[in-house]
């Protein structure tokens, strides 16, 4: 007969439930890319030339992060919750130049809805990797 003790039992839990944590925060912490293929990566001065020439801003984030500021005139399409093909269609044709971004360097939204564009056939996608934090640390307009 193996006697297992309560405390041997608890450590392998433990260590389980610990490189979850430790995962999960590597994963929601990682810089977003420099790059996507099949878009343009644009900075805050280009996204500044692009809004003047009226192309169209696509906000990713969350609901709530969209209500509480945003780049003026940006229509908000939340990646998780909104964003398919037929959605942004519905905004942009594809061959008219649409720029995504979310919140900044550290947030995945923008990268992955500009993949997601370039793959339903979009031909002219803008990744604006700094997005809303480095629209607004530049002192641009914000609603």
């Known amino acids: 007969m193996i006697v297992v003790r309560r405390d041997e ?4 839990l433990l260590l389980v439930i610990f490189s979850w944590l430790a995962m999960s925060q590597a994963y929601a912490k990682s810089p977003a890319p420099l790059t996507v293929k099949g878009a343009q990566t644009i900075s ?7 809004k003047n020439q009226g192309v ?23 990646l998780k919750l909104d ?7 519905n905004v942009v044709s594809k061959n008219q130049a649409v720029v ?20 339903w056939g979009w031909k002219k996608v803008l ?12 002192g641009l307009a914000i609603q």
């Open 56 to 78: 169209t801003f696509i906000d990713v984030r969350r609901a709530s992060d969209f209500q509480t500021s945003h780049i003026p005139w940006s229509i908000h399409l939340d």
């Open 127 to 138: 990744y604006y990797r700094g997005g809303f934090p480095d629209w607004k640390a530049s």
């Open 44 to 50: 805050t001065i280009q996204a500044k030339s692009l």
């Open 100 to 119: 995504f971004y979310c919140n900044g360097d550290q947030c995945q939204r923008s990268a992955l809805a500009s993949e997601k564009a370039v793959s």
């Open 83 to 89: 964003l398919t093909e037929a959605s942004l269609l």
């Open 9 to 12: 039992m608890r450590m392998p």
